[in-house]
T-cell receptor
Framework: GAVVSQHPSRVICKSGTSVKIECRSL??????MFWYRQFPKQSLMLMAT?????????EQGVEKDKFLINHASLTLSTLTVTSAHPEDSSFYIC????????????FGSGTQLSVL | QQQVKQSPQSLIVQKGGISIINCAYE??????FPWYQQFPGKGPALLIA?????SEKKEGRFTISFNKSAKQFSLHIMDSQPGDSATYFC???????????FGEGTQLTVNP
């Protein structure tokens, strides 16, 4: 089946630094990528939707200047957490539907961000 | 308002027992209902899914029961195994372009 590769799986950084998370669709073209955030023992909360070649769409309450999303190609989307703070510590997950659309979403393996 | 309510929050089952997780939705525009399994530190993985034109779907030990009039659906795990211990999320999808609405999740523990 289709695979979404997400890196890094875990990152620890100091407060104030920026962290980049990459998601790649390995055997299909992803025109859309969804970025989720998950706190411990909670559900996935959609943060933003990235579209190849255009600006990302952010959910209400998500700071677009803090969570920079770039979807420069059909196989790569990146999320950069800028000036990270301890409250940004969370599990970040990307997902993508096949380029032709459809219901099945393929999820990355997630990135555990810990900000000291 | 698009919401999917899931219960119970946690569930403990003995090996060989049946695990049942329930979900209810409000938006009648939802037309695809997947269940995801998530292990600690991993992304969710699609387990089984159903459309509202059928009342039940079975894949191995996993069964979805769907009640369209009540706007409810449930996941049944037969012969539960310790390896099934994970967090399970129900979800719903409408015509909004693959944008899933997730339930709150159920932490399942299957004791050996």
């Amino acid at each position: 089946g289709a695979v979404v590769s997400q890196h890094p799986s875990r990152v620890i950084c100091k407060s104030g630094t920026s962290v980049k998370i990459e998601c790649r669709s390995l055997d299909f073209q992803a025109t859309t990528m969804f970025w989720y955030r998950q706190f411990p023992k909670q559900s996935l909360m959609l943060m933003a939707t990235s579209n190849e070649g255009s600006k990302a769409t952010y959910e209400q309450g998500v700071e677009k200047d803090k969570f920079l999303i770039n979807h420069a190609s059909l196989t790569l989307s990146t999320l950069t957490v800028t000036s990270a703070h301890p409250e940004d510590s969370s599990f970040y997950i990307c997902s993508a539907p096949p380029a032709r659309g459809g219901e099945k979403l393929f999820f990355g393996s997630g990135t555990q961000l810990s900000v000291l | 308002q698009q919401q999917v309510k899931q219960s119970p929050q946690s569930l403990i089952v003995q090996k060989g027992g049946i695990s049942i997780i329930n979900c209810a939705y409000e938006n009648t525009a939802f037309d695809y209902f997947p269940w995801y399994q998530q292990f600690p530190g991993k992304g969710p993985a699609l387990l089984i899914a159903i459309r509202p034109d059928v009342s039940e779907k079975k894949e191995g030990r996993f069964t979805i029961s769907f009640n369209k009039s009540a706007k409810q659906f449930s996941l049944h795990i037969m012969d539960s195994q310790p390896g099934d211990s994970a967090t399970y999320f129900c979800a719903a999808l409408g015509n909004s372009g693959s944008r899933l609405t997730f339930g709150e999740g159920t932490q399942l523990t299957v004791n050996p």
